[in-house]
């Protein structure tokens, strides 16, 4: 099982910057030296479907939603276990649930399922 964490959502401008957290843990594995995890962000707006925002690979490729692209940045902890998704110039639209989702790995071969945290609220005014 995979568990993660998100955190940094919050109420800001238009205008405005975030950065959000998403810690991943898992148990009931054998023990890897080499773990790592694929880690993505998806966002919910009320009444619309999940979307994707934003992905950083275990191999440290990153891709980005066009609805994004030029404002958000993904980036991984050293620990390889948290990704952060800075988002500036943020727009009433970029309002919604942020979802983490994340499977694990050891070494290149995958040993999860994707997993899904419980969101993080992000609220933009204008």
């Known amino acids: 099982q995979v568990r993660l964490v998100e955190s940094g959502g919050g109420s800001v401008q238009a205008g405005g910057s975030l950065r959000l957290s998403c810690a991943a843990s898992a148990s009931g594995f054998p023990y890897c030296s080499r773990a790592s995890y694929d880690m993505s962000w998806y966002r919910q707006a009320p009444g619309k479907e999940r979307e994707f925002v934003s992905a950083?690979?275990?191999?440290?490729?990153?891709s980005y939603a066009d609805s994004v692209k030029g404002r958000a940045t993904i980036s991984q902890a050293n620990a390889k276990n948290t990704v952060y998704l800075q988002m500036n110039s943020l727009k009433p639209e970029d309002t919604a649930m942020y979802y983490c989702?994340?499977?694990?790995?050891?070494?290149?071969?995958?040993?999860?399922?994707?997993?899904w945290g419980q969101g993080t609220q992000v609220t933009v005014s204008s």
């Open positions: 950083l690979d275990s191999e440290g490729i990153t």
């Open positions: 989702k994340a499977r694990a790995l050891c070494g290149r071969v995958i040993v999860s399922d994707y997993y």
